[in-house]
């Protein structure tokens, strides 16, 4: 499978993986918002859901180079442009860069025009090209295919 290809099932992963923690969210504001009305508590998910979105890829992604699906892909995003570190190079993306890749991914439909946006810019995605990140597989050197040999 290509890179893309991962891409698009590590998203459908990480709905999955989204709609869990909305569940679970649902089921203890219940006892809080409103024990008499069950369904009220869908009224607050349009709030709730882009703050838990956002924190769920910005998060995963800034301290662990992934979200949960991701991970399961074997891909994981680096920065474009190194950072100097204590041992080396550091290709891990700031906090900054994290929260602007994940604007694309509030209420989940955005990221196609994305992706349509970034397809015409000549990248996968416009916000990668913005952000200067990219998804590369694991274990992989960020500007291998780059080098002239």
């Not at 074997?74 to 993306?93: C, N, Q, T």
């Not at 994290?98 to 970034?118: E, H, N, Q, T």
Request: without cysteine; aromatic residues 20%; positive net charge.
């Amino acid at each position: 499978m290509d890179l893309f290809g991962k891409r698009v099932v590590a998203y459908i992963l990480d709905f999955f993986v989204v709609s869990a923690f909305m569940w679970i969210i649902s089921y203890f504001a219940y006892f809080f918002i409103n024990y008499f009305n069950m369904f009220q508590i869908y009224h607050y998910f349009v709030f709730i859901l882009p703050f838990l979105i956002l924190a769920y890829f910005t998060i995963l992604e800034k301290n662990i180079g992934a979200t949960v699906g991701k991970r399961l892909m074997f891909i994981e995003v680096k920065s474009a442009v190194p950072r100097r570190g204590r041992l080396g190079r550091d290709y891990s993306i700031t906090y900054s860069q994290a929260l602007i890749r994940s604007l694309s991914k509030i209420y989940w439909f955005p990221i196609i025009i994305d992706v349509i946006l970034g397809r015409i810019a000549g990248k996968t995605r416009l916000l990668d090209g913005i952000t200067r990140t990219t998804v590369i597989e694991e274990n992989t050197d960020v500007f291998f295919s780059r080098r002239n040999y």
